[in-house]
């Protein structure tokens, strides 16, 4: 069914999760969290790190909100409110990201990739922006997919597909 709205054409798709691809998603993002988070803070103890680790794939693992990962965060470390803020910001996009990358690596579908900027992006980012790449090859940022910096708010689009 297509919608109008202003300029747009928005396609809406009806999609089921009968093979488990969605819930699938949330486990590689839990997964790469528990092997992966606290990766980007090297000026946390390893202690720190690890509880991080947890913290995070506990997030998917449990659906936590997000007030209570910043709590928790902020009391593994005793991190202020917004450095605590910042690290389950970056840790859950990082772990989404990089879960639905591996996800679409793994399914073998997607072949093409759009880097996503949100609004005012880094000069970073902003070089990658709109750029398509084969998925898996590094952007100009040097990163095969988001998140380029703490608090990257970037995505990856799949635009091309295997038929």
Not at 31 to 59: C, F, L
């Given at each position: 069914?297509?919608h109008r709205r202003a300029h747009?054409?928005?396609?809406?798709?009806?999609?089921?999760?009968?093979?488990?691809?969605?819930?699938?998603?949330?486990?590689?993002?839990?997964?790469?969290?528990?092997?992966?988070?606290?990766?980007?803070?090297?000026?946390?103890?390893?202690?720190?790190?690890?509880?991080?680790?947890?913290?995070?794939?506990?997030?998917?693992?449990?659906?936590?909100?997000?007030?209570?990962?910043?709590?928790?965060?902020?009391?593994?470390?005793?991190?202020?409110?917004?450095?605590?803020?910042?690290?389950?910001?970056?840790?859950?996009?990082?772990?989404?990201?990089?879960?639905?990358?591996?996800?679409?690596?793994?399914?073998?579908?997607?072949?093409?990739?759009?880097?996503?900027?949100?609004?005012?992006?880094?000069?970073?980012?902003?070089?990658?922006?709109?750029?398509?790449?084969?998925?898996?090859?590094?952007f100009p940022s040097g990163d095969?997919?988001?998140?380029?910096?703490?608090?990257?708010?970037?995505?990856?689009?799949?635009?091309?597909?295997?038929?």
């Open positions: 069914m297509k747009d054409t928005i396609l809406s798709v009806g999609i089921n999760d009968t093979d488990g691809f969605f819930s699938g998603v949330n486990e590689r993002a839990r997964d790469y969290a528990a092997e992966h988070a606290g990766e980007q803070w090297p000026d946390i103890s390893d202690t720190t790190r690890e509880e991080i680790r947890d913290i995070i794939k506990n997030a998917f693992s449990y659906k936590m909100s997000f007030d209570e990962v910043v709590a928790r965060i902020q009391n593994a470390g005793m991190f202020s409110t917004a450095r605590a803020e910042m690290i389950a910001t970056t840790e859950t996009n990082n772990a989404m990201v990089r879960g639905q990358f591996d996800a679409w690596k793994r399914a073998g579908f997607v072949t093409k990739v759009k880097w996503l900027c949100a609004r005012n992006p880094c000069p970073l980012c902003k070089a990658n922006a709109d750029q398509v790449r084969n998925l898996g090859d590094a095969v997919a988001p998140l380029a910096h703490p608090c990257c708010e970037c995505i990856l689009q799949a635009v091309e597909f295997k038929a």
